[in-house]
């Protein structure tokens, strides 16, 4: 999958890279970062911002950083499984339907895929749970 459709799917709100600060690879690539501003996500690095600690309590999150004591950022935390912003995926030749990352939503053909804002709304329409990934 490519990582744009990746991110696309899981809509991260932080993202933490851990490069070693010497490393000699290059590691990360000047992309990934950028992919993940773009997507919204709040992006920290350990190389720049020391230790990380993100702390939530289910509808916020904030995240620390071992530079300084200040708190770095607050915003809702992502919705859980289930809840409001899950996308299920089903597909117009199968019964069944997946969280988007399950392995087997992988295989659906874009023609084929139908897309649901609900688990209720899966089961309405006449599809059943994943056996491997259970939404």
Known sequence: MPV??????LRPTVAIISPGASNSCGYPKASIPARLKASGAKVYRTDL?????????????????????EKKAAAPAPALAGGTGQK??????????????????ASIKPANL??????????????????????
Not at 49 to 69: F, L, R, Y
Not at 116 to 134: A, H, L, N, T
């Open 114 to 135: 139908r897309v649901f804002s609900s688990r209720q709304e899966d089961i309405d329409k006449g599809y059943r749970p994943c056996k491997v990934c259970k939404p």
């Open 4 to 9: 744009g459709a990746f991110l696309n799917i």
């Open 88 to 105: 299920y995926y089903g597909s117009r030749n199968s019964d069944v339907f997946h969280y988007p990352w399950c392995k087997h939503a």
């Open 49 to 69: 911002d020391g230790i990380v600690s993100v702390k939530t309590n289910g509808e916020t999150w904030q995240a620390e950083t071992g530079h300084d004591d």
